[in-house]
């Protein structure tokens, strides 16, 4: 999935729909498990974003964030950040 830039949310959605058959040949914990994969991909879409940031795209190494420049270096528009 790295390969395609996706974010982790994307990452847990496919992991998720890939452990639905599992989940349904539970027994009485079959709501349990259904309801904590729901909170993890909703968990995980907080991963993808950075307060303040312009754009942030996923390569396959790293997480980029780009921010506007804050105008005190001239010829200075954006500054990106890795993480």
Not at 47 to 67: D, I, M, N
Not at 72 to 78: D, I, K
Request: charged share 15%.
């Amino acid at each position: 999935m790295s390969r395609f830039y996706q974010p982790p949310v994307v990452w847990i959605a496919v992991l998720t729909v890939l452990l639905l058959p599992f989940i349904y040949r539970g027994g009485r914990e079959r709501w349990m498990n259904l309801v904590l994969l729901i909170a993890v991909v909703g968990l995980a879409i907080p991963a993808g974003w950075t307060r303040g940031s312009r754009e942030v795209v996923w390569s396959p190494y790293q997480k980029l964030s780009v921010f506007a420049g804050d105008g005190r270096e001239p010829g200075v528009n954006y500054v990106v950040t890795v993480k």
